[in-house]
Every structure is written in C-alpha cells, then in structure tokens.
C-alpha cells in the first residue's frame, strides 16, 4: 500500500498570515512532500491514496503549549474553583491519582479538538515516585498518538505558603497543623538539581530518537525554585539545547511575593541566573510590567497565554495586546481549565482575543488574525522546542493537520466581504474537526480516535478518580480544609489593599 496520501480539502490555511487557498495537500511518511491545485496533484500522484475532506479548511496542527495531563477536569475531581492558591491548598486532602488513564485522557480529548501537540508542564501526583510518574504519563501520550513535550518538573521550597513567609505562617497555626505540615511528606518531584538532571539524562537515553516526544525541564516558578536550583538547571539546559518551561507572575499572591524577594523585578533576576532565552517559555505572566514585557521580548521568551484558567482562578487577564504591541511572542494553552472546562483550544483562543479588546481608543489595538493563529501555530510550536519542523503547512514540515469543519461557520449564509480566516476564528469550535493527523497518521477521524475505546477509556479515568477520592488518612481532609482556610487568612493579610 502507498505511503503517499493526498488530502483534499475545500481550502487550505498554509500558515498564519496566509489567506485560505484551494490548495490541497500530499503527505509522504510522516512529512508533508508537495502542496498545490487539486488537479495537478492528482495528476503528479498517480497510485496515492485519497482522503476527501469536502467543506473543510486544512490548517497547520493546533499547539496547545500548557496544560497538566488532567483529562478529568478540576470540577469533575471535586474542586470549587477558588483562588489558585487556595485550590492547590486542597489538594493535600486527597489521594493520588494513576497518572496513565488521566493522562491519556487527556491526549484523547486535545487529539479530538484538533490538537497535534501539547507542552505537559510540570505536574507531580505525589506518589513519592516522580520518575514512575513521568513514564506513565509519557505511555499514555505515545499510545494516544499525541506530539507532546514533556516538562521535567523541579520544586525546592514554598510547600506550605509562598516565601518568605514561611516559618511565620507555620509558627501561626495550631499545633496540629504545625506538626502536620512539619512532618516529611512524600517527595513530589526527583529531589535536588543533581537529582533532577539524573533524571533527565535517563529520559533522554530512554527517548532519544522519538519522533513524537521531546523533553524540557519544568521548574516550578519563582517562588518555588531556589537560585540555587535555578541556575543548575539553566546550565544543564544551555549544555544541552533544553527548554525551560516555568509559572510566572501568575496570581495576585505570586506578584507579591516576587516583589518581596525580588525587588530588582523576578525576570531580571531570572535573567541573570541564564533562565530567560529563547528557549524558555513563561507560563501565565498575568502580573507583568512594562519593563517584564520588554524583558521577555528582547529575550526572545516565549508567554503562554492562558485566559480560561487565568478567570476561574480569579487570576485576572494577561495584557495580550500589550505583549503583541511590545513584541512579545505569545501560545495560548487550556491549563486544563478552560472556561467551558473542556479542552477546545480554539474557543480559548477566541477568548483571549476578545479579553485583548479594551475600551481605550487609544490603547493598544486587539491581536490580528494572524497573531491569533501564530499563536495556535508557530508560537506554540516554539513553546514545544520543536520549530520549525511544525506550524505551517509546506513541503519538509512534519505531517500535522487538522481538518475543521465550516459547515457552522458558513452556515446559513456567510457574506463573501467576510474573509474566512476570520469567521473560523469567530465561529469555529473543537467540536467542528472532522480529522486530525499527527505525524503523517490519522488519529481521529468523524468522531473515532485510532486505536483507542473511549468509553473504556473513560471508565478507566472514572475509576481512578474514585480510589483517589479519599486520602490515607481520612483527617488529612479535614487537616486540610482548615489549612486552606488559614491560607487564605495569611493571603488576605498580605493582599494590598485599595486606598
């Protein structure tokens, strides 16, 4: 059987600037070998296979450059949306979860919304074997049929609050909690910075060669991550061509906190502890000045956009019009968060685009369509460390397609005034991928993904979440609500507050 196929859409959307052509598509392998008119094709490919995608535009892969492997979402686990401290301060009273089904859960819905590539940032289940998790949640991926880049996570400090208010909110608590969170928990991540990198020379010998999986390290953020560790780990990084995918400046208490320790302002000090460069790539950055913007422009980092999260977190909005007006490469990412708590990518897109819109008619202007799709594209395939073998659709680049459906945007009429670049992106939802092609193979198609029983999939990551429902040690669950409240007591005090 040939290994040569011809996709033959309705119209093509080559890369972010262009305009939708009549273009079809041949793919070679696990690249993409020739683009042109359907007839000429046809003629010059004698003997491929055909697949028909009538009423569809082929568009590059959707990246969706940061979120944690959790296919069942926040809401489904048990969680309010809060404050995102507040949130992470619940988890303590929960079980772990089996990271393999949740993860591959996961890689099945974003496959199903047309995402060829993910960013998995760093994320610990706190089974007290970190490395056992990376592996499961890099299997789930590999079976999925997902391209993913897989973040090394790395944390040494800021467990109980952010620093350096550490030991005054511990010395705050009643002595059950004190002793409680004094007590050695389970190790979240590999350990120290010599730990971290064995871990990552082990990853890399295991998936050296990979055509679908590539490697980064994940340090937590700021205010999790000594210098210390910080500048190992950007060292080992520069050694060996790695990215470094961190938080950032997401929330409030975060903003305050790096004012705190880092009075010079946190990316300049990241900066000269060799973080920021074009291989790093900030999630979030809600908080930011002018001068961080610059910074991050002239660095070349890449920002993560992630608007859903970001409101149902009570983050607040990152300032997309000023990062693209100041140069700034911004992706944008679900965080498995997204407003409608799904993993649609490109409603989230359509919603940073209109929070970009403020009111000011002097103000910056709002994102283009280009920069819009850049951000689904190219700027997410830099955020994965795998430009420019990804993102647009021309001859040598990797076999990641999406086919949407623009039956619902054109539907019942749309004006020929209207270019259709913008009605997909003020129309067009998850929902409406009819294929998506990662690598040259075809992984979903009219609702069925290769290769995978999605019920048994869901009962699977149903069941996990069950025997995760409750902890060891049933009063951790309440240990941990009263902990939670003292975080927020401790937050609320340290808040500015409005003159």
């Given at each position: 059987m040939s290994d040569t196929t011809v996709l033959l859409p309705d119209a093509?959307?080559?890369?972010?600037d262009a305009t939708p052509g009549a273009d079809c598509v041949v793919v070679r392998g696990d690249s993409i070998s020739d683009v042109g008119g359907r007839e000429e094709l046809l003629q010059r490919w004698t003997g491929a296979r055909l697949v028909e995608l009538p009423g569809c535009l082929l568009m590059p892969g959707?990246?969706?450059?940061?979120?944690?492997?959790?296919?069942?979402?926040?809401?489904?686990?048990?969680?309010?949306?809060?404050?995102?401290?507040?949130w992470i301060s619940s988890r303590r009273g929960r079980g772990t979860l089996d990271?393999?089904?949740i993860t591959k859960l996961a890689a099945v819905n974003m496959l199903v919304h047309g995402v060829t590539t993910t960013v998995h940032a760093n994320y610990s289940y706190g089974t007290g074997d970190y490395e056992a998790e990376i592996r499961a949640s890099l299997r789930a991926y590999d079976e999925a049929g997902i391209r993913v880049t897989m973040c090394v996570g790395a944390m040494d400090r800021g467990f109980t609050v952010y620093p350096p208010h550490e030991t005054c909110f511990l010395t705050a608590l009643p002595n059950e909690?004190?002793?409680?969170l004094s007590h050695p928990g389970v190790q979240l991540y590999a350990g120290s910075a010599e730990d971290t990198i064995a871990l990552m020379n082990r990853l890399q010998s295991d998936y050296a060669g990979h055509p679908r999986i590539r490697l980064c390290y994940g340090p937590a953020g700021p205010q999790w991550v000594s210098d210390e560790l910080w500048s190992k780990l950007a060292r080992d990084a520069d050694q060996h061509g790695l990215g470094l995918h961190l938080h950032a400046l997401e929330s409030p208490a975060q903003a305050a906190?790096?004012?705190?320790?880092?009075?010079?302002?946190?990316?300049?000090?990241?900066?000269?502890?060799g973080v920021m460069n074009e291989r790093a790539t900030i999630a979030h950055g809600v908080w930011v000045t002018d001068r961080d913007i610059d910074l991050i422009a002239e660095t070349g980092t890449t920002v993560v956009r992630n608007p859903g999260c970001n409101l149902r977190l009570r983050n607040g909005i990152a300032p997309l019009a000023r990062y693209l007006a100041r140069g700034a490469r911004v992706a944008i990412g679900t965080d498995n968060a997204a407003l409608a708590d799904d993993e649609d990518v490109l409603k989230e897109l359509r919603l940073a685009a209109l929070l970009a819109r403020t009111p000011d008619w002097n103000g910056d202007p709002p994102p283009s369509t280009g920069q819009l799709f850049a951000m689904l594209t190219v700027n997410g395939a830099r955020a994965a460390q795998l430009a420019p073998d990804i993102g647009i659709i021309a001859p040598g680049k990797k076999a990641d397609l999406v086919a949407v459906d623009l039956a619902r945007v054109r539907e019942p009429y749309l004006d020929p005034d209207m270019p259709l670049a913008d009605a997909v992106l003020a129309r067009a939802n998850g929902r409406d991928v009819r294929m998506t092609m990662?690598?040259?193979?075809?992984?979903?198609?009219d609702g069925m993904v290769a290769g995978v029983d999605r019920s048994e999939l869901e009962r699977q990551a149903a069941a996990a979440a069950l025997r995760a429902r409750l902890p060891q040690e049933l009063e951790n669950r309440a240990r941990a609500r009263a902990r939670k409240q003292q975080h927020v007591s401790h937050n609320r005090a340290q808040a500015p507050r409005d003159h």
């Open positions: 093509t959307l080559a890369s972010p959707m990246v969706n450059a940061h979120q944690h492997g959790r296919g069942i979402s926040q809401v489904q686990l048990g969680y309010q949306d809060d404050f995102l401290e507040a990271p393999y089904p909690l004190q002793n409680w906190a790096a004012s705190e320790l880092y009075p010079g302002g946190v990316l300049q000090h990241l900066k000269r502890l990662v690598d040259g193979h075809v992984v979903f198609r």
